[in-house]
């Protein structure tokens, strides 16, 4: 069994325009997990995580709550297989 993993999250509420997706790229390279978040067009944010198991239940934990500006209605994950993937990128 594997301890690593990758996660795709989706991230509703007020998320965007409040240094979300900058403090979760903060937040992931302090934990070691690679990936990148996003804006999308309907006002949520989609994040890609990977990294090992215990740091991605940490991130979502994380992720659930957002920065201080930030109002999350609800956040969902489904968990992926590894994925090798290099840094946290936002756009």
Sequence with gaps: MTNQACMRCYVSGKVQGVWYRA??????????ITGWARNLDDGRVE??????????ELFFEW???????AVVEECTYEQLIWQEYEGFDTW
């Design 23 to 32: 403090s979760a790229q903060r937040e992931a390279r302090k934990l070691g």
């Design 63 to 69: 992720l659930k709550e957002g920065p201080q500006l």
């Design 47 to 56: 994040v890609f995580a990977c990294g090992e198991l215990q740091s991605l």
